[in-house]
């Protein structure tokens, strides 16, 4: 069964062409890896299929909602529902810890249950360090606290930015085990963008984004 779908999608920042004509398709419980040099439109891509960004033409379809009809606020409460986000610099927020920065996921959703955070935590390999603050976290612990923030809300699909960015190779493992266990486990649909060569033995199916256009490898 198809979740994502991208339509002939388009995105121009005035004169650039971020995105020429992409069409994708991504099956539930897919991870599909896009691999792209700096500036090719990941991230423009990423925040098109999250309705972070609106693309200029084209029709995206995810979950079976069209989002271009949407309005702002329709969008807000269907990205809570279906979309994690894991970034190349974490984005933790540095006065809470751990625990405290996964329950501000579980706040903005719905209600906090520090419970279910904490059981979130450990899931990811943190049970022991809950009490930290990311200033006393290292770079592969605080991406696992990102991920863990990602998913405590269960969304269908994960979306990740260049999340190895800042991490050694072990680290890089580490992570993207975790990424492989919670697929299977929550049949989670993964679309990961990198220009790490390394990283697309992990997911299912690698395609390459160069100016803006989406091929096949
Ligand atoms: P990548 O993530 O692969 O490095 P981006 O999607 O960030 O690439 O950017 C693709 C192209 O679009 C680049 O040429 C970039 O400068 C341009 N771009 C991205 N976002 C904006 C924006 N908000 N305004 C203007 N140009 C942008
Ligand atoms: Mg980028």
Same mark, same amino acid.
């Given at each position: 069964?198809?979740i994502i779908?991208?339509?002939? &999608?388009?995105?121009?920042?005035?004169?650039?062409?971020?995105l020429?004509?992409?069409?994708?398709?991504?099956?539930?419980?897919?991870?599909?890896?896009?691999?792209?040099?700096?500036?090719?439109?990941k991230?423009?891509l990423?925040n098109i +299929?999250?309705? #972070?960004?609106?693309?200029?033409?084209?029709e995206?379809?995810v979950g079976?909602?069209?989002?271009?009809?949407?309005?702002a606020d329709?969008?807000?409460?269907?990205?809570a529902?279906?979309?994690?986000? &894991?970034?190349?610099?974490? $984005?933790?927020?540095?006065?809470?810890?751990?625990?405290? =920065?996964?329950? #501000?996921?579980?706040?903005? $959703?719905s &209600?906090?249950?520090?419970v279910?955070?904490e059981? +979130?935590?450990?899931?990811?390999?943190?049970?022991?360090?809950?009490? $930290?603050?990311?200033?006393?976290?290292?770079?592969?612990?605080?991406?696992r606290v990102a +991920?863990?923030?990602? +998913? &405590?809300?269960?969304?269908?699909?994960?979306?990740?930015?260049?999340?190895?960015g =800042?991490l050694?190779?072990?680290?890089?493992?580490?992570?993207?085990?975790?990424?492989k266990?919670?697929q299977?486990?929550?049949?989670?649909?993964?679309?990961?963008?990198?220009h790490n060569p390394?990283?697309?033995k992990?997911?299912?199916?690698?395609?390459?984004?160069?100016?803006?256009?989406?091929?096949?490898?």
């Open positions: 069964m198809e779908k991208l339509e002939k &999608v388009c995105k121009n920042y005035g004169e650039i062409k971020a020429k004509d992409v069409c994708l398709t991504v099956e539930k419980g897919e991870w599909v890896t896009i691999m792209g040099p700096s500036g090719s439109g991230t423009t990423l +299929i999250a309705g #972070l960004d609106v693309p200029t033409s084209g995206i379809i079976g909602k069209k989002l271009n009809s949407l309005n329709e969008l807000a409460e269907w990205r529902e279906n979309v994690g986000f &894991v970034f190349q610099q974490y $984005h933790l927020i540095p006065y809470l810890t751990a625990l405290e =920065n996964v329950m #501000l996921a579980q706040f903005m $959703h &209600v906090p249950d520090e279910e955070a059981v +979130i935590l450990k899931k990811v390999k943190m049970g022991h360090r809950i009490s $930290h603050y990311p200033s006393q976290l290292s770079g592969g612990e605080c991406q +991920i863990a923030r990602a +998913i &405590v809300n269960k969304p269908p699909i994960l979306l990740a930015d260049e999340p190895t =800042n050694d190779r072990e680290n890089t493992e580490i992570f993207l085990n975790l990424v266990e919670l299977k486990e929550m049949q989670l649909t993964v679309v990961l963008v990198t390394y990283i697309p992990w997911g299912d199916r690698t395609l390459l984004l160069e100016d803006g256009v989406l091929k096949c490898l």
